[in-house]
């Protein structure tokens, strides 16, 4: 008699197959993802694997021309290093660089040499003498080209001329009816010239101490002026917003520089281009075709009003100066290339000065002085302007400077009325 069993529903059968299989394969890492997770590593694996499965190894052309590396292994330990290769992903540790720490300083050090220009050593400078006579704030200064004796220009409406060596004065040359703002005197004539708030620009002959020509033509207060090195042209600039160019001998204005929008503060000639350089309380330096009469370029790196200009007597650079941080900067000529700021004088900058062996003075408004290393704009030397006794303390502006045709004697004008004359200390 035969026995029939009875088969257990196939549901349960499912169920029971499934959970053999998960238990199987319980350790599996996909096991937690997401369906659709898994579905997505699957695809991403085969299209890798279409992609470049004709890519496993370099075409027989260019296999030939690889040649061997390093010692030949037998066929079947290439195989298996090829399968490791490709099983094992882990990226190889590379070596440091800086194997010591003596490396890494060494790497510093070079680092610092090729990063940082050593600036040139300057020496000190010092207060040697300082100079009375004047009734009103002395706004303008220039040593005539002999070196023997200098001029200056003060509130009190008269020019004086002092002895270079002694200091002792010389003359008082009286004409202006207002503060005289600018000087300068010929390299090639027995001229000096100067302007002033009066409007006038004037032109002195020095061999009979008169004035033989007038300037007219600009509106108001004239702030600066300066001679071509080469022409028989004069530029004056002033408050009417406008630089002016003058024939020298026949007083015919060549140019009005017009462009800026406020008070022309300080102008600069030299011989190549840009030969004429304005430097404006509208907060910009304009470099000027002086054939054409028209603006080359101006530059806009200034924040506020710009007072001072300084050209290097023998590299082709210049520098302005105004107030605020990072007011000092200096330019490459021609094309006014931005070279470096000089950083560090917190003031209304209201002279600069320069001199052949790259010492860089600027004055403030403050009474504050500093010597810089024009090369790589590091001040060397910080100074205080002492009001004279007698002076208020709020009088220690510094308004005008200019180094003597030598280089080692500094001579600036101030708010105390007096002239101080710094000089350069031997070693």
């Given amino acids: ?183 300068a005197v010929s390299p090639r004539h027995p001229y000096l010239f100067s302007c002033g708030e009066d409007k006038m620009v004037k032109c002195w002959d020095l061999e009979a101490n008169k004035v033989i020509r007038h300037y007219h033509g600009h509106l108001s207060g004239v702030y600066s002026l300066s001679l071509h090195p080469t022409l028989d042209v004069l530029v004056t600039s002033g408050r009417d917003a406008s630089a002016r160019v003058w024939d020298m001998r026949t007083k015919a204005q060549i140019h009005v520089l017009a462009g800026h929008s406020a008070t022309v503060a300080d102008v600069k000639c030299q011989e190549s281009d840009p030969q004429v350089i304005t430097g404006s309380m509208d907060s910009t330096v304009r470099l000027w075709d002086l054939a054409a009469g028209k603006t080359m370029v101006t530059l806009t790196h200034h924040k506020k009003s710009v007072r001072a200009l300084a050209i290097h007597p023998t590299e082709y650079s210049f520098a302005s100066g105004s107030a605020g941080g990072n007011n000092i900067k200096k330019w490459k000529c021609p094309e006014g290339a931005f070279v470096h700021n000089f950083s560090g004088h917190n003031a209304i900058i209201n002279t600069l000065s320069v001199n052949a062996e790259g010492v860089f003075f600027s004055g403030g408004d403050n009474g504050t002085l500093t010597f810089w290393d024009y090369n790589t704009g590091t001040p060397f030397q910080n100074l205080d302007d002492v009001p004279q006794p007698g002076s208020l303390e709020a009088e220690a502006g510094v308004f005008c400077s200019t180094f003597d045709m030598t280089g080692t004697r500094l001579i600036t004008g101030g708010a105390d009325k007096t002239i101080k004359v710094y000089a350069e200390q031997s070693q």
């Fill in 1 to 183: 008699m035969s026995t029939a069993y009875a088969l257990p529903p196939l549901d349960s059968l499912l169920k029971r197959s499934a959970k053999r299989t998960r238990d199987i394969f319980a350790s599996c890492p996909n096991d937690g993802m997401k369906e659709d997770e898994k579905s997505a590593r699957i695809r991403l694996s085969v299209k890798i694997n279409d992609e470049y499965r004709d890519f496993k190894e370099l075409p027989p052309a260019l296999l030939a021309q690889q040649g061997p590396i390093g010692p030949a292994r037998p066929k079947e330990q290439t195989k298996s290093m090829a399968l490791i290769a490709t099983i094992d992903n882990t990226p190889k540790v590379q070596p440091s660089t800086f194997v010591t720490s003596n490396k890494l300083s060494e790497a510093l050090t070079l680092h610092k040499t090729t990063r940082t220009i050593k600036p040139t050593y300057h020496a000190p400078w010092k207060l040697v003498r300082v100079i009375s006579g004047h009734l009103g704030w002395v706004r303008s200064v220039a040593v005539e080209p002999g070196n023997q004796w200098f001029a200056t220009g003060a509130g009190d409406r008269v020019i004086k001329i002092w002895d270079l060596a002694s200091g002792e004065l010389k003359l008082s040359l009286t004409g202006h009816i207002s503060t005289v703002r600018g000087l």
